[in-house]
C-alpha cells in the first residue's frame, strides 16, 4: 500500500537496450508523514532487481535515508553539501544467486561429496505374497493371472461413458493412490527403480483393484528415469500396465511444461500426452 509504479519499459523480464529511456519507471510513495513515505520508498527501491544497466536505484537510497531530506530540511544545495550521497553502494544479487543454486541442486542433485565412503545397505525388502486365487493353469504353460476387474476395464471395454456412470454410481470413496510417483518423488526425489515398482505392482493389482487410479506418471518420473535411473520411462510405462491390468493409470502433467522445465510446443506436449496413452 502507498507505492505506485508507472513506467513503460521497466515491466519484468524486460530487456534494455543500450539506447534506453533514463526513466524505467517512476516509483511513487504515499503516507501520512514524510517519513513514512521515506521508508516505503526505501522499501520499494531495494525490492528492484534490473540486471545489465546502471540505475540511480543507490543513489537515491543515499538521498531518502539522509536525516536531513527525512526531516524535510533542504534546498537546492542539498546535494551540493552531501557529497557522500555519492558514496554508493554496489547491489551484489545475491537473492537471484542463491535461487540459481537452489534450482541448480534440485534438478541436478548435490555437487557436494558424499560424507562417507560406505556402500549402500544391502536391504531386501519383504514382498506381501499375492493370493493364487485369480491363477488359472493350463497343460504345460505357465500359469496366467487374472486379477480382479476394476475401473480400467469398464473403459475398455464399455467406453468412456460407461466409465463415467461408473464412477458416478458409485456409493463409496474413490480412491487414487499416489505411492508409484509423487509418493517417492516427494521423499526421495523420485529415485526409486523401475525393478522395486514392479515388485510390488502384483500385490496392488489384486488388493487395490476398486482403486479410482493410480498416479504413476508425469511429475519427475520421467527425467529422473533418463537422467538418474539410466532407465527408459516408456518402458517402465508399458511393464506396469502388463503389471497392473485393471487400475486406471493418472499423470501429472505441468500444462504446457508438460514433464520439463520449459515451456513446449502444444503439438509437442499433445503427441507426448498421446504416446502416453498408447504406452499405457
Known sequence: MGIRLDGASGFAGAIISPYYDSLLVKVIAHSYDLPSACSKMDRALKEFRIRGVKTNIPFLLNVITNQKFINGAVDTYFIDENPQLFNMVPARNRAQKLLVYLATVLVNGPQTPLATKLK???????????????????????????????????????????????????????????????????????????????????????????????????????????RFLHECPWERLEEMRKHIPNIPFQMLLRGANAVGYTNYPDNVVFKFCELAVSSS
Not at 200 to 222: C, D, K, R
Open 120 to 226: 549402500p545397505a544391502e536391504i531386501k525388502p519383504q514382498v506381501p505374497k499375492v493370493s493364487l486365487e485369480y491363477l488359472s493353469y493350463k497343460p504345460d504353460q505357465k500359469p496366467e493371472i487374472h486379477p480382479p476387474k476394476g475401473f480400467r476395464q469398464i473403459y475398455k471395454e464399455q467406453g468412456p461413458e460407461a466409465f463415467a456412470k461408473a464412477v458416478r454410481n458409485h456409493k463409496g470413496l474413490l480412491l487414487m493412490d499416489t505411492t508409484f510417483r509423487d509418493a517417492h518423488q516427494s521423499l526421495l526425489a523420485t529415485r526409486v527403480r523401475t525393478h522395486d515398482l514392479l515388485k510390488i505392482s502384483p500385490f496392488v493389482t489384486h488388493n487395490f483393484s476398486q482403486l479410482y487410479s493410480m498416479e504413476n506418471w508425469g511429475g519427475a518420473t520421467f527425467d529422473v528415469a533418463l
